[in-house]
């Protein structure tokens, strides 16, 4: 069953097979990033179909490890709004983006923990 859109099975294909990611997407993220993974224009970027995310997973996991406060450019939009750290650990890391990175039918990969191991948490 799907932790973030209902108990429908197959609704949330992303959901049931990195459940602790669709959680903490529901608990930390969902506000900004929305439920579609749309965000809000002109302000909270997309996770759905975004060329910024897929160009660098590794840099995900550090924003939301460390937050981020540089301006980014999404599907060629600017966004400037400041996103503080969301989760505590490296393994909640990986596993919002690894959930990120393929619900709403992104087709964006996975990432490691290995890969991300080095990044060092700094607030």
Not at 29 to 36: G, I, N, R, S
Not at 51 to 67: I, S
Request: proline share 7%; net charge negative.
């Amino acid at each position: 069953t799907s932790l973030v859109f209902g108990s429908i099975p197959g609704e949330d294909p992303a959901a049931e097979k990195y459940p602790n990611g669709a959680k903490i997407y529901a608990a930390k993220c969902v506000a900004c990033h929305q439920v579609t993974g749309m965000g809000i224009p002109n302000a909270f970027p997309p996770l759905k179909g975004s060329d910024y995310l897929f160009a660098d997973k590794k840099r995900a996991v550090e924003q939301v490890l460390n937050g981020s406060h540089e301006e980014m450019v999404v599907n060629g939009a600017t966004y400037n709004l400041p996103m503080p750290f969301q989760v505590d650990t490296h393994q909640d890391a990986v596993d919002v983006i690894n959930y990120v990175l393929n619900a709403w039918g992104n087709n964006g990969g996975t990432i490691t923990i290995e890969e991300v191991k080095d990044i060092k948490i700094v607030r």
